[in-house]
């Protein structure tokens, strides 16, 4: 029985280094537009009044949301790094490096959410 | 929904930019917003969430982000010319992603229509009550 691979270059074990930068690309931007509505409504709850506010944001300031962040600055870095890179290589540079700069974009990125851990520690280990 | 056409290998034969979802603003902005985004988002996590966090250690506030601390930020008129920008440009920075992962699942014609309308519903909706979370912050303070 003969079946057609829609992506056949989407499948575990079978991709390049381009693909996986790519699906993280999309992943991270459909997670970030979900989270920026979110984000919106919860800042949105200032329309509530001073106390509605204070009240909802304390609700998201818990060390567990705190840690979030951190993730959160992490998957915004990597997004940002890896849409410079995708800038670059559309004015025609870099693209002969563009392995060695999606690792950078995700080691970076890695650094930086560590960093907001240890930035936030006292809020987070309490 | 359209078929997408199929792509060569052969450089000098390629579908034209159109018939594979590709059209330029769209594109540019993209990238300008997303260039603008880099330095906009950086910003607005070290200012909201780095910045004072000596103060809540040292039990000075309450918490990081507080609706007093926000109100005295949106007094100066700088913090309205980030913040407006930040909220025009990720929503149409992620808007129009959702629109180009559509592009690639080969949506066109009419479904491309009627989702590029409702994305921009979503988005003049959320910009709209997004500008009123700001002015709230002036109104009640």
Same mark, same amino acid.
């Given at each position: ?83 410079l ?21 995700l ?20 | ?10 450089? #000098? *034969?390629?579908? !034209?930019?159109?018939? %594979? ?7 540019? /902005?993209?990238?300008? $917003? ?34 007093? #601390? *926000?109100?005295? !930020?949106?007094n100066? %008129? ?7 920008? /930040?909220?025009?440009? $990720? ?7 959702l629109?180009?992962?559509?592009l ?38």
């Amino acid at each position: 029985m003969a079946y057609r691979i829609r992506y056949p270059h989407i499948r575990p074990g079978a991709m390049e280094t381009g693909t996986i930068a790519w699906i993280l690309h999309r992943v991270t931007g459909v997670f970030l537009t979900l989270y920026l509505i979110t984000h919106i409504i919860v800042i949105g709850q200032s329309v509530r009044g001073k106390e509605a506010f204070d009240a909802a944001l304390n609700f998201v300031q818990s060390p567990l949301f705190v840690f979030l962040d951190a993730g959160l600055a992490g998957v915004v870095a990597f997004h940002g790094l890896n849409g410079l890179r995708i800038i670059a290589f559309d004015m025609g540079v870099g693209i002969r490096w563009q392995k060695p700069l999606f690792w950078a974009s995700l080691i970076l990125s890695v650094l930086i959410f560590v960093a907001g851990v240890w930035v936030a520690r006292n809020l987070i280990f309490v | 929904m359209a078929a997408v056409p199929r792509t060569s290998r052969d450089p #000098l *034969v390629q579908p !034209r930019p159109r018939d %594979v979802g590709f059209s330029f603003w769209p594109w540019f /902005l993209q990238r300008v $917003t997303g260039a603008a985004l880099v330095v906009l988002l950086f910003v607005h996590l070290w200012v909201n969430h780095i910045v004072g966090i000596d103060e809540v250690e040292a039990g000075v506030y309450e918490d990081l982000v507080l609706f007093s #601390l *926000v109100a005295d !930020r949106l007094n100066e %008129v700088i913090w309205w010319v980030v913040d407006v920008p /930040l909220l025009g440009f $990720t929503l149409f920075h992620g808007l129009n992603g959702l629109r180009n992962i559509a592009l690639d699942w080969g949506v066109r014609g009419r479904n491309l229509t009627l989702l590029t309308w409702f994305l921009t519903a979503v988005g003049a909706v959320a910009f709209v009550f997004g500008m009123g979370a700001l002015l709230a912050f002036q109104l009640y303070d």
